[in-house]
């Protein structure tokens, strides 16, 4: 049936329980979309400068027909024999090290990084994980525990694993060469070897999206990297947010952080929506996961998801979308500082590729978080037809993190109207 | 590529890592499916009489549309509002008792069974799950403890809050109205309580599937669902297996059995294969989960998800598959009860609608099952064209779980070829 947007709030309510989130006070109810453009129900048409699971645009033509012609020829599982999925893992791990040579395909993201902790436990026999205080990796009742922002109340006593550190924020506390945040890693390791529970991993998104995208320079992952082995821990890096080539320099920003990880994680852009997730570990990891029981995932790997996944890579390289997202990214960066200038609000401007924004502040001096603000010049930009959110410890990142065939058009109408919205929106005093 | 099936297996190997399961002595490789009916790569066709994920056929035309139609329109999440979810959830929980009225959707069985459990321990405080010593409900961290038959090496240690109780098995120790069954979980709650943990839920499949699908007569769950709603625990009905209608008599088999159970968990044919799974429950269990956190999941009832699971409700109701369950579900066990008649090894025929089969026997007097002997059967079958496999505590019981337009043709197909290869192989003395 057809709700009105009233009708569609109340049925949430009614059917999906309370509690669930929308995006925007007013929240929006797109019908279509295509390539980096999004239509609500009244017709009137959004440009898309956030969702990345849509990675190769909104209903990507050479993903749908890769779905619908798998999808109408066969659908089956793992304990069947398939091309597919050799193909796909064969394409994905020549993306990476030849130490990452094997790969375990899941639903989600979620699932991916639940055997990730379990990979870490079977290795090291301990279950000490870290990960930052401003992060997020999934749903499971395991992976939940690593969001400390939003601590489950509920969760099987899992928290007991988990300690935090400080995530990096290179506006207030840089840390140019990653040895402050090495060193907060080392202590938590300490804690935790301490206490009895032993250190497993560190997770960590390489590009640290949830925690802002701090403008941390090339390699910076490397010192924490030789604590974490030093230790005899793994090093995790979930690539949901920041890989499929989204920062513009590299396919994986582990690369660009200067790390070859244990475990990488997969998630969401890799299939540009259909549902697939997946762990890409060394043949030894992935023996000691899979040496306790027969890991076996229905879905996983399934020969639609495999071809979708497939269309994505396809796409990326044929279009060399990695290209596009550095000259499309270094252009809306050089926009952003541009407008920097002109609104004193604007307190730091950072990114790579496709995942850039400016973080809002009260006063550039103690650069009090414009929190309030930045969710203001959200909402507006929404009624301006301009989708994006924001981030960031203190929620007042803009968050900007376009499908990859976003173009410099898209990026100037994204900059106009925020130079518009801004000049319209009195900052608090 | 095309690989041949050597090459496949190889293939496997190197990129899936050791310990990942395949059907028969001789994995089939197959490339192409249409209703109940699979071919290889060779071109040699099978009758499909295990898969239940593609529940209304292979590539089942009505839902392979769906999931064209709408992933060429529009997919996104559930931050914007969108008629899919909600029509869905409507259908879905108005099948259900009126209790059942909100719901979760996620992209697995095991993410819902996972949620399931974690509303359990939010609604009562406890962490105490009970289960069968022979079932299976999924595979994360949490849920793949629910499986004794292969407890996992890793896991964080949550097999603390895991007790086992004996699966029914009607054929060996009949327990003919449930009170043997409920008396054996009053047990476990009791122990539960008194060891500390205390009692959050049982989780069943309410036709035991993975426990041999036991013939325990209809509301034999009753006795049980009293005992655990006393302790104060919640009944948790996985019918990942046994939901839409595969049990010809209900569209869920804990109609049949006699209860309305506080969660329902869903999986894998609620959208023919695409990745759909998902929790219905009563509002306030709804509510206790999410009081704690904003549970999200990213592709969880997007639009494509709930256009291919509005697609499997469609197909059920206008092609009345429930009653062809019944009506080819009752003429298959007939002639395998004839069968029986023939053949000393069938030591029991039972089931309801299309989930059947028979227990192999070395010795009806002793009921010694024939596990060797079903294995041979199985693979005997495989060569002959016909698709089905083995389950239960003893590993002798035919597993025959088709897709549900499986026809009484398709079951005389099946039934005469299974008369063919039991006349041929020769049981153990």
């Known amino acids: 049936m057809t709700r009105t947007t ?47 699971v849509p990675h190769v645009g909104h209903c990507n033509p050479r993903v749908v027909d890769a779905i619908c012609r798998q ?46 902790l379990r990979m870490a436990e079977a290795v090291t026999g301990k279950r000490g994980i870290i990960a930052t205080d401003a992060t997020y990796h999934g749903n499971t009742s395991l992976v939940s525990q690593l969001s400390k922002s939003n601590v489950p109340t509920v969760g099987f006593g899992l ?44 997770v960590v998104c390489p590009y640290f999206l949830n925690e802002g995208f701090p ?7 490397k010192p924490v990297a030789d604590v974490v082995r030093k230790a005899g821990g793994l090093l995790i890096c979930d690539e949901v947010q920041s890989g499929f080539g989204r920062t513009g320099t590299h396919i994986w920003a582990h690369e660009k952080m200067g790390v070859v990880p244990d475990v990488v994680v997969l998630g969401k852009p890799m299939a540009n929506g259909h549902p697939v997730g997946g762990v890409v570990a060394g043949r030894d990891i992935v023996t000691a996961f899979r040496s ?10 399934n020969p639609v998801s495999c071809a979708a996944a497939m269309a994505v890579l396809d796409e990326i390289e044929e279009n060399d979308l ?19 200038q002109k609104y004193e609000v604007i307190g730091d401007v950072r990114g790579s590729g496709l995942i850039f924004g400016a973080e809002l502040v009260l006063d550039r001096g103690s650069k009090a978080p414009a929190t309030d603000f930045t969710n203001q010049i959200i909402n507006a930009m929404r009624h301006k037809g301009i989708i994006l959110s924001k981030l960031g410890r203190h929620k007042n990142a803009l968050k900007i993190r376009p499908p990859m065939p976003f173009s410099i058009e898209n990026a100037n109408l994204l900059i106009d109207t925020l130079d518009e919205v801004l000049g319209q929106t009195s900052v608090p005093a």
Chains 1, 2 share one sequence.
């Not at 193909?87 to 055997?115: F, K, P, Q």
């Not at 506006?171 to 390791?189: M, W």
């Not at 403008?215 to 992952?221: R, T």
């Not at 990695?322 to 920097?340: E, F, M, P, Q």
């Open 6 to 52: 009233a009708e569609l709030i109340a049925d949430r309510a009614r059917l999906m329980g309370p509690n669930v989130a929308t995006f925007y006070d007013d929240p929006i109810h797109f019908v279509k979309g295509s390539g980096v453009w999004l239509w609500d129900a009244d017709g009137r048409k959004y440009l898309d400068c956030y969702n990345n």
């Open 322 to 340: 990695v290209t596009n997202a550095k000259i499309v990214g270094d252009h809306a960066n050089t926009r952003l500082k541009t407008l920097a």
């Open 71 to 116: 999808a109408s020829t066969l659908n089956t599982h793992t304990r069947y024999l398939h091309d597919g999925i050799l193909d796909y893992i064969d394409r994905l791990t020549t993306t990476m090290a030849s130490s990452l040579d094997t790969a375990i395909l899941t639903c989600t993201g979620s699932e991916a990084n639940d055997i990730a």
């Open 292 to 301: 306790g029981y027969r890991y076996f995932n229905t879905f996983g790997g």
């Open 215 to 221: 403008d941390n320079p090339d390699g910076w992952l």
């Open 159 to 202: 928290g007991q694993y988990f300690r935090f550190v400080d995530a990096p924020d290179s506006y207030r506390t840089p840390d140019l060469d990653g040895t402050i945040f090495a060193a907060k890693v080392s202590d938590q390791i300490a804690a935790l070897e301490e206490d009895g529970t032993g250190f497993a991993a560190l």
